[in-house]
């Protein structure tokens, strides 16, 4: 019994940690003139097409981060596992470093780069992507190396090849489904990181949604607000969503027998 | 010309020979077992017969045809392997149409389910599956591709023993039923013989024997054989003319043939070619020792014998019905059927 109130008591804590700020940018984003209420500042972010076009910036931005680094790190990941072991330990290093340098450090290195990639593929902001696969990398390669240390890649490689899949049939048709689980948890994880990225976008001079909403907070507060609880709610209804979907397909998977 | 060949294979991890020179030949429809202790290199020359090892050297054929540089997806070659390989996120069903959708070829789902066994649990994830329906699945997912050898990779050995006799004897019957050529690996002596038309021992990358499971059972063409195939008795003597001595015990035989008079030597023999009888207390030059243990082994009970003279322990095998003859501590004469004694130089 006693167990039973701490676990709800340490239920309780953690859910005012969490709520209390959302439920404190909720309260200041709807406060009208005279103590009203108002979704004026709500309003607003539709009203912006700046802010709108930084959202939109963001989401692509997200999406094409995330399949990048998927694009880059699955295939590399099971070949070195599968065939050049030696070379886990370098790439699992050259993979996390981007976590021990700070981002302003990143965008220092980055700079000159970034002049030659305007010059050849244009100023488009959607050129973060290379810049965001960096940031993401170690957060994606644990998640997926999770993934690949919980299945007996080489086994189930050697079967399908045996059976006469090419090594893309093994990728897509065996590798891929099998790490399913890790795939939504990497792609989440970079989902989270570009949707909240700033120092970067802006060092660089590129109108994301993070840039924008610092731009807004020092002309709208409320607006600033609104904008970043809406991010925050995208990013968890996002996780809710992946979760869900995971789930489905497993509980789906597990139902036809 | 054999269906499977292999020439001269050579293969070495890290500069330990795994298979140093490996002659094998496997008529059409034959099935044969690589027998040998961990690391002997049955499983690489498996793995090279698939396509999942490079050899340093020689060669693999089928009908005649070299596909030692062929990867392993154009091989057409069945694998069953020691861990469970079904493709988790398929169906038992899914899993078997696996490969012959990859060749574009009609659906033979249901009846390769039916041939092992599993026609209703087309529909069950491997995880929903015992150990034993797991392996059926993987059989019959790799005779689904209509194979030109089926390869069998200790398909048995995470089963408990008596799945492992069910499934072992299924094995042959589809073999058989289907004339699959087919290489099977295990490091069950008994697995071997009981399913396998020829049985090559293999010792530190080379096949020390290869011949019918009576043959290799009955006549071991080494020590090694002898020793791995089966339970056997090592008794230490010495060579001398037309026999051996076993402390104060000789006995004639022609297995001693070849070797030098006075010559230390090991008199093989298994303990089913040891009779036995209580020792009257006579000195007739019998080789005697005292009952020390016994284990009852169900048909068979074993006698553990100490020889008179020494701390050399000899065991028996007695009808569990005659062992109460022989309690512990029995003074018994044994005797060695010279006929199937094997007796090498130490």
Known sequence: MAVKVVRWLVLLAFGVFFLLPLL?????????????????????IVTDPDLVDAILVSVQLAVAGSLLVLVLLVPTMTWIRLRLPRLRRPVEFLCLLPIAIPAIV?????????????????????TLTFAYAVLVLPFAYRAIDAGLSAIDLKTLAEAARGLGASWAAVLLRVVVPNIRTALIGASLLSVALVLGEFTVASLLNFDTLQVRVNLLGKRNAGVSIAVSLLSLLFAFALLFLLSFVGERRRGAAAGEG | MGHLELRGLRKSFGGQAALAGLDLELARGELV???????????????????????????????????????????????????????PNMTAAQNIAFGRKLRKKADRTGELLELVGLGHLGKRYPHQLSGGQQQRVALARALAIEPRVLLLDEPLSALDAKVRVNLRDEIRRIQTELGMTTLFVTHDQEEALAVSDRVGVMSHGRLEQLDTPSVVYRQPASAFVAQFVGVTNTVLGTAVAGGVRIGAFRLATAAAEGIADGADVHVIVRPEDIGVAQHSGQDNGALVGTVVAQSFLGPVTRLSVRLAGGDQVVRVDQPSSRAGDFPVGTAVALD???????VVAV
Request: charged share 15%; aromatic share 10%.
């Open chain 2, 33 to 87: 077992s690589l027998l040998g202790p961990s690391g002997c290199g049955k499983t690489t020359a498996l793995r090279i017969v698939a396509g999942f090892e490079t050899a340093d050297a020689g060669s693999v054929r089928v009908d005649g045809h070299d596909i030692t540089g062929v990867p392993a997806n154009k091989r057409d070659m069945g694998m069953v392997f020691q861990a469970y390989s079904l493709f």
């Open chain 2, 336 to 342: 060695l059927a010279a006929a199937r004694l094997l």
């Open chain 1, 24 to 44: 404190a940018m909720a309260e200041f984003s709807t406060r009208g003139a005279g103590g009203t209420r108002s979704l004026d500042s709500w309003s607003g």
């Open chain 1, 106 to 126: 990143l965008v220092v290195g980055m700079a000159p780069l970034y002049a030659w990639v305007d010059y050849f593929l244009g100023g488009s902001p959607l």
